[in-house]
């Protein structure tokens, strides 16, 4: 009975975990379009309160809306018209004091992560973590900002080290280049390692496989 129970938990945590995490997205995109809702049921006139709380009441729409608004601001940013007015607004935005803080980070980081010419986890490496004879998992994010690189001279690198088993979390780092050892696996692979508790081992590509055989 234990073999069978087992064997049955190593089936449902992976297929548990996916229904979670796709319920958790779908759940924030319907209450981004119900925060929308109430806003707007705040300004209009009572007259068409009830109308707009059954329309919110509709399960699923909210989640079909924003997916449609955020595909449609998509499409509006690559033509020459939305790239004008989307200038508009990150000139208006970034004069509002704390927000400009906010918003050119958040800005910063999104283009980095979605987009393909960005650095942001472009490799796994190897670095001495928490002291120089115990080694961890991490990854290249890219190079210290200049004024980073005078102060400490030499050759740095930026990297993320992510924790176990949440790798959502972790710390950012700069460590000397020289100190980091650069592994052949994907980042896919080393995040599923990590992710394991070291339990998962690395996919190796058929040479790899040939030459360990």
């Keep these: 009975m234990k073999k069978y129970f087992l064997a049955g938990i ?3 945590i992976p297929i548990a975990v996916t229904v979670w995490v796709i319920t958790w ?13 109430q806003a707007i049921i705040a300004v209009l006139p009572s007259q068409f309160s009830e109308e707009l709380k059954h329309f919110r009441e509709i399960p699923g729409l909210g989640v079909v809306i924003v997916i449609a608004v955020i595909s449609f601001t998509g499409v509006l940013a690559i033509s020459f018209a939305g790239q004008w007015w989307l200038k508009i607004v990150d000139m208006v935005v970034k004069r509002i004091p704390i927000v400009r803080s906010i918003y050119s980070s958040v800005q910063q980081v999104s283009s980095t992560l979605f987009s393909g010419s960005g650095q942001a986890f472009s ?9 120089p004879d115990s080694w961890t998992i991490a990854f290249e994010t890219g190079n210290p900002a200049p004024e980073v690189a005078e102060k ?10 992510p924790t176990t088993p949440n790798p959502t979390s972790g710390f950012f780092m700069i460590v000397p280049r020289s100190s980091v050892i650069e592994l052949k696996m994907s980042v896919e692979d ?5 992710v394991s ?17």
């Excluded at 997205?25 to 809702?37: A, K, T, Y």
């Excluded at 508790?197 to 055989?213: R, T, Y």
């Design 10 to 12: 190593l089936v449902w």
């Design 25 to 37: 997205g779908l759940g924030l995109l319907d209450q981004v379009f119900g925060s929308v809702m």
């Design 123 to 131: 490799k796994a490496l190897l670095i001495p973590y928490p002291h």
């Design 152 to 161: 400490l001279g030499g050759d740095y690198v930026n990297v993320f080290l």
């Design 190 to 194: 080393a995040l599923k390692h990590i």
């Design 197 to 213: 508790m070291g339990s998962v081992p690395p996919h190796l590509s058929n040479e790899k496989k040939a030459l360990h055989n």
